[in-house]
């Protein structure tokens, strides 16, 4: 079992998803992406390192919509 993380800078992420680094910083960080879980700050400072494999997982995961089965419409 393969244990090894890629660590990303915001640069890095950007290069992998469609968003510029700006929107990483300004609107993705700390809304979606939760630091402990999707980011780093090692050692305490202000360098953030991006967990791709996180990213990637939450990413992918599909919430269904809730389907009414056995509905029809009378007209």
């Avoid at 809304?31 to 992918?60: A, C, N, Q």
């Avoid at 269904?64 to 056995?70: D, E, S």
Wanted: hydrophobic share 35%.
């Amino acid at each position: 079992m393969n244990n090894q993380l890629t660590y990303l800078t915001t640069d890095g992420l950007a290069e992998r998803l469609p968003y510029s680094p700006r929107t990483i910083r300004d609107r993705l960080k700390d809304s979606v992406l939760i630091e402990g879980t999707h980011y780093v700050r090692p050692f305490g400072g202000r360098k953030i390192f991006y967990i791709w494999e996180h990213i990637e997982r939450d990413m992918l995961r599909i919430n269904p919509i809730p389907m009414v089965q056995g509905v029809t419409r009378d007209r």
